[in-house]
Every structure is written in C-alpha cells, then in structure tokens.
C-alpha cells in the first residue's frame, strides 16, 4: 500500500519536524511609540497583568523576509507588569498568511489574525499599515530624517494568554495559562522617522480608544529575532472571560447579511 500521509508519523519524521537551527530571518519595519490615556491601558489588560510604569503603546508594521514567502507582520501592543516583570501584551497582531498565524497562536497564544499589512517606501517618504475588514486601522507615515545609532542585543517580553474556547459554549476547555514570550532582538539598520500614527475607527479592531497624546519616537529599521515561551501561571478562568471578546471577531457577525451589491 503507498504510504497514507495523514498516517501516524515515526519518530524520525516527528523529530526533524520540530528541528530548529533556522537561519536568521531579517524584517525591515516602522515601529511607532507613544503615551496613551493611562485609563484605558489599564482597562485592556486582563488580571493578572498590570499597568507598567508609564502608559504606552507600541505598534510594529513588518515586511518579514521568509525565503519564497514573504510575510507582513504587525502588532499593536500595550506596555504591562507581571509582578516584576515588564514588557508588552498585544491586542492584536495582524498576519497576512495563515501559516504565520497557526503556530504563534496555537503553541503560544498570540492574538493572531488575517489581515493586512504593508510596508513601503519611496525616497524619504514612508507609510505603514495595518487593516483589516477594509479598514486600515493603524497608519504610520513620516519622513525619513536620517540615521539612529545601532542599539545592542535587546531582550523584549511579551505576555500572552493561551486558552480554548468551551465545546459547549461558556467559558473554557482548562484552564487558560499566562505566557511570557522572550525575544532576543538584533538590530542592523535604523533611521529616526518624523511622522504620525493615525488611528481609524474600527468595530473589529477598536485601537482608535488607545489615542496618541503624545508621540515618542517614530523609527524605520532592519532586525533579527529569536523567541521562547513559558507558562507563567495559570489564570482564574472567571477574571479571563470578559476579555476574551480580544482574540476573536464578534461572533454575531456569522448572522450578517452579505454587503449590498455583492451578489452573494
């Protein structure tokens, strides 16, 4: 009989599925930071996450270079403390391939979604984006005003929350668990951007509450990174559930009547 594919696998082939040992994966990205409504960082982020020193937010527009699949990548992210530990919880990070989506959100819990994302540059002037459902919610557009100096290796934390959904409907199957995802970052090129972020209103992607008092620092650069995740804690699945509207479109929208016009 010819080998059935969705057969179980051997131990070799299970092996070198997970083998690592990947080159390094070089992204060029606008990465926009500034402070928000103190309130409404605190009022984003799910027990037991804490508001961290200063009301932040930070929003990453990638091209990511995979060999023969080029990926865009972005995330919008507010600055948290879990307990000593500081670093950023995202609220959503769009991906446009599926591929991208199903192993960050699976294994540890990234808030992924399909989306758009686009990265672009001509002469000094750059804009980015992040859009979804026709919408592009974010924009960062500047001018490029010349070059930073290289920063070292940074370690950045990002805290996750990794659950499913009940089979019968409320609340969860398990606990859900807090994660804390360690990125070794690299850079090799930065320029300073002069520039804005424009939110738009959105009713799948609500940023446009996390408004820009005041913008910090536009940057448009080339970087490497490697991640690692653990389990922190588990999470009191009652304190979680109000939240969990985060990850996932509403629902309701599986009832909608398709667009006018569109023939459906």
């Known amino acids: 009989m010819a080998r059935v594919r969705y057969g179980a696998r051997t131990e070799a082939e299970i092996a070198a599925a997970r083998a690592t040992g990947l080159p390094d994966v070089w992204s060029t990205g606008v990465v926009a930071v500034w402070e928000s409504d103190p309130d409404a960082v605190a009022a984003v982020l799910p027990p037991p996450l804490k508001p961290a020193g200063r009301p932040l ?14 990926l865009g990548a972005g995330s919008f992210a507010v600055a948290a403390a879990h307990g000593a530990v500081e670093g950023w919880y995202p609220l959503v990070m769009p991906m446009t391939h599926e591929r991208a989506l199903t192993g ?21 002037r ?65 320029e300073r951007v002069s520039g804005e972020v424009i939110l738009r209103e959105s009713a799948y992607d609500p940023v446009a509450d996390l408004p820009v008092l005041r913008l910090l620092e536009v940057t448009l650069g080339e970087k490497t990174s490697d991640q690692r995740g653990r389990v922190a804690e588990r999470v009191d699945p009652q304190t979680l559930l109000p939240y969990v509207h985060q990850r996932y479109d509403d629902p309701r929208q599986i009832v909608d009547a398709p667009p006018e016009g569109s023939g459906a």
């Open 104 to 124: 960050g959100r699976e294994v540890f819990g990234e808030p992924k979604k399909l989306g758009e994302v686009t990265v672009a540059r001509e002469g000094d």
């Open 57 to 70: 937010v930070r929003v990453t527009v990638s091209r990511v270079r995979l060999p023969g699949y080029p």
């Open 126 to 190: 750059v804009r980015a984006t992040l859009a979804r459902h026709g919408v592009d919610f974010v924009e960062v557009r500047g001018t490029v005003d010349g070059p930073l100096p290289l920063p070292g290796p940074a370690r950045r934390t990002d805290f996750y929350f990794k659950f499913l959904p009940a089979v019968d409907g409320p609340g969860f199957d398990g606990d859900p668990v807090l994660v804390h995802c360690v990125r070794d970052e690299r850079v090799r090129r930065l």
